[in-house]
Nanobody
Framework: QLPLVESGGGLVQTGSSLRLSCDAS????????LGWFRQPPGKERALVAR??????YYADSVKGRATISADNARSTVYLQIDNLDAEDTAVYYC?????????????????????WGQGTQVSVSA
């Protein structure tokens, strides 16, 4: 099991950038599929971005303004989102899957991910 702790959330203004971090407590993350999900108020949790075997995927909602990256030496995965707006307000969760299927084909739903962080709130104000 991969322990995950998110940080970097907060209250930001429209148009600004934010970088979220997910710390896996020194564990090896290179063999995992690492995902960032978010859950806006009153809505379901959905995938924002994921990294499988070094290959990134982005949801349409953030494509072109988000970057997911991993620092294996620091056992940390990052999500940066630029040009934030109110639609980005949500609790952001880091998740990991150790399955070979996810690593090879990519996984998109929360049921595919076994390990989760506690979430970090991002609020974007006008």
């Amino acid at each position: 099991q991969l322990p995950l702790v998110e940080s970097g959330g907060g209250l930001v203004q429209t148009g600004s950038s934010l970088r979220l971090s997910c710390d896996a407590s020194g564990r090896t993350i290179s063999s995992y599929t690492l995902g960032w999900f978010r859950q806006p108020p009153g809505k379901e949790r959905a995938l924002v971005a994921r990294l499988s075997g070094g290959v990134p995927y982005y949801a349409d909602s953030v494509k072109g303004r988000a970057t997911i990256s991993a620092d294996n030496a620091r056992s940390t995965v990052y999500l940066q989102i630029d040009n934030l707006d109110a639609e980005d307000t949500a609790v952001y969760y880091c998740a990991a899957s150790g399955s070979y299927r996810c690593l090879k084909y990519g996984c998109y739903t929360q049921d595919d991910y076994r390990d989760w962080g506690q979430g970090t709130q991002v609020s974007v104000s006008a």
